[in-house]
């Protein structure tokens, strides 16, 4: 009797891209810097270190590609968050300063990639080139929702606001006991009333 083949399934470029960009995430949140390399990148995307190479320069690359990818997805939950706050500038502006206060943001694997990609920026230049489109585009799109909601000067009470979001956004990281969620929202909502 003949044994019965298992079918091969190849999975696309884009698949593969995405688990090896996931699992670099993953190893960045996990064991920092120092504790992400190729092999436990591709032990935990599930491919051999030569499928690295393969669609990527190298870790490096990699890296870099996974600093994009987590900015890009964080723009999408900032986008979600306003389209979810109805028609209202100020419901809208406060949705999206809001948003990094509840989940996904405010997973705790996220601050251990953020702190790699923050920590590679100062040092990388693509790195900090990223970093320097993700930080003005958010800032940008602060900046049109402030407009909407009356504000004067949105450009410097963009840089504030998203400086205040980010430090809250990072001691609650660090220690949700701090203050929680619901206390950094109230924080932000009553410096837009004092602000805008």
């Known amino acids: 009797?003949?044994?019965?083949?298992?079918?091969?399934?190849r999975e696309s470029a884009d698949t593969r891209r995405a688990a090896l960009v996931e699992a670099t995430a993953i190893c960045l949140a996990e064991e920092g810097l120092a504790g992400t390399?190729?092999?436990?990148?591709?032990?935990?995307?599930?491919?051999?270190?030569?499928?690295?190479?393969?669609?990527?320069?190298?870790?490096?690359d990699l890296v870099a590609a996974t600093y994009k990818a987590t900015s890009d997805r964080m723009d999408a939950i900032f986008a979600d968050a306003v389209d979810g706050a109805g028609s209202d500038p100020r419901a809208r502006l406060t949705a999206y300063l809001t948003a990094s206060f509840r989940p996904p943001v405010t997973d705790p694997e996220l601050l251990g990639a953020w702190t790699a990609f923050?920590?590679?920026?100062?040092s990388d230049a693509r790195m900090a080139a990223i970093h320097a489109e993700s930080y003005a585009g958010y800032?940008?799109?602060?900046?049109?929702?402030?407009?909407a909601s009356g504000a004067a000067d949105a450009e410097r009470l963009a840089i504030m606001l998203t400086a205040m979001v980010d430090g809250?956004?990072?001691?609650?990281?660090?220690?949700?006991?701090?203050?929680?969620?619901?206390?950094?929202?109230?924080?932000?909502e009553r410096a837009v009333v004092a602000l805008v």
Not at 118 to 122: D, G, H, T, V
């Open 118 to 122: 923050w920590a590679l920026a100062r």
């Open 1 to 9: 009797m003949p044994t019965a083949r298992q079918a091969f399934t």
């Open 37 to 60: 390399n190729v092999r436990a990148i591709c032990a935990k995307a599930g491919v051999s270190p030569g499928l690295l190479r393969h669609y990527f320069g190298g870790i490096d």
């Open 168 to 188: 809250l956004w990072l001691e609650l990281s660090l220690d949700a006991t701090s203050f929680g969620a619901e206390a950094a929202v109230q924080m932000i």
């Open 139 to 147: 800032r940008a799109r602060l900046g049109e929702l402030l407009v």
